[in-house]
């Protein structure tokens, strides 16, 4: 089974605090994504990569940046943490196109930022 | 990507079919319906997807409609572990980046 593990499941921070996400997958799957989830508003695209080195942005990037240095990991990353980014955090990963391309999701990071 | 229109929630006893509707009436001759469910915090969990003809796996099967502007997920036998929000999404198999999930169906299984 594929397996995507998210560093941790709860993670309090202070505003202006330099946050790290990390997500591993196991699958050697070339695409990840990062969303974050909010009551009411759905999932939202945060980043996504299809291969080492490479990033695009999805519907919400201002205020993060992301990093993928390994297949198996990309890491989001919150320059400055503010209140307005307590949420939860998603990672996926998905094979290459023309191979299902369903997403695999890990159990998500719930941050606060106080 | 094609919008969706699934209903905010639905109950389904033990037991029974659930059969979860989605509309999807701007879908595009080469996209995919795909059907995923969120269990209370757990990340998504792909279910199924399909192109036009009824699709059927160990979890689920799936009804799209001759003219696709409509599709059913049906759970042929509900348990408690089935309540969950299950979203309904419209895209091409190609791009897979963008993956655009809405409010989804708040299904409710009940003993």
């Known amino acids: 089974d594929v397996k995507v593990t998210q560093s941790s499941r709860y993670l309090v921070k202070r505003t202006g605090e330099k946050v790290f996400l990390e997500c591993v997958q196991d699958?050697?799957?070339?695409?990840m994504f990062w969303y974050r989830q909010d009551p009411g508003l759905g999932l939202r695209l945060i980043y996504f990569s299809y291969d080492v080195k490479m990033k695009e942005k999805g519907d919400i990037p201002e205020g993060y940046s992301v990093s993928r240095e390994k297949k198996e990991r990309f890491s989001l990353i919150l320059e400055s943490a503010s209140t307005n980014q307590t949420s939860m955090y998603l990672c996926a990963s998905s094979p290459p196109i023309g191979m299902g391309n369903e997403q695999f999701f890990g159990p998500g990071t719930r941050l606060t930022v106080l | 990507d094609a919008k969706t229109t699934q209903p905010p929630s639905m109950d389904c006893a033990e037991g029974r079919a659930a059969n979860l509707p989605c509309n999807h009436s701007?879908?595009?001759?080469?996209?995919?319906v795909y059907w995923y469910r969120q269990i209370h915090s757990q990340g998504p969990q792909y279910i199924i997807h399909g192109l036009k003809n009824n699709e059927t796996n160990e979890m689920a099967s799936l009804i799209i409609t001759e003219d696709r502007k409509s599709s059913t997920l049906i759970l042929p036998h509900a348990t408690l572990r089935d309540t969950a929000v299950y979203y309904c999404?419209?895209?091409?198999?190609?791009?897979?980046?963008?993956?655009?999930f809405g409010a989804g169906t708040r299904l409710f299984v009940k003993a």
């Open positions: 699958m050697d799957h070339e695409n």
């Open positions: 999404i419209v895209r091409v198999a190609a791009g897979g980046f963008k993956t655009i």
């Open positions: 701007t879908i595009s001759g080469n996209e995919y």
